[in-house]
């Protein structure tokens, strides 16, 4: 079948970084995946988070995720006095992404706040998220010293889906809107998940269909972490 942007259906939109958008950040990186641009930013904090028992001798990373008025078609509303739950749902995605290739314990009584703020929004913004959230934690990273490693592998995430009867990777807003399979995948550069989520859009899939969704995000977030070595170099810190 012929998608909308004409791509394979194995295949990636355009990926660009663009480091160092911001300077004051410990770290800081906009990331375009197709039309969809989120800039992320790292925070480093001498100190555990409030509510982390004391004496634990542990670090904490965490995330907030935001999508600024004209990102989309129509203005969405600020965020100010309270988050929606589609808000609250994507920045835990993106922490326990984020965690779950940490070893905290390393970062002793340190908190890394991650803020991804998406530009321009046209389908996988939570994905380009992680994406951009695990490349500004290396950054931050490699600006402290600690005993030993922080991170324990690389982490990619893409979005796949059946749109039209047909299993395909990255899905566009366009593709989005009508797939009948919503799936986000968070891998690691050893193949193993961090975490999936699927849903039938008003429809059922098969365990066939499963393997095949899961094949195409191996795929893409292979290619992803590929670019970010490319970028910020192969050593973990």
Known sequence: MIRPDNRALDQLREIKFTPGFVGCAEGSILVEIGKTRVLCNATIEDKAPK?????????????????????TAQRTKRERSSISGRTQEIQRLIGRSLRGVCDLAALKDKTITIDCDVLEADGGTRTASVVGAFMVLVMALRTIKTEKKVLKSWLAATSVGIYKGTPMLDLCYLEDLEAEVDMNVVMTDGGEFVEIQGTGEESTFSRTQLNSLLELAEIGCKIIIQKQQELLGAALP
């Open 51 to 71: 509510w982390m028992e004391k004496g634990k001798s542990t670090g904490w990373v965490t995330a907030e995720y935001n999508l600024l008025p004209r990102s």
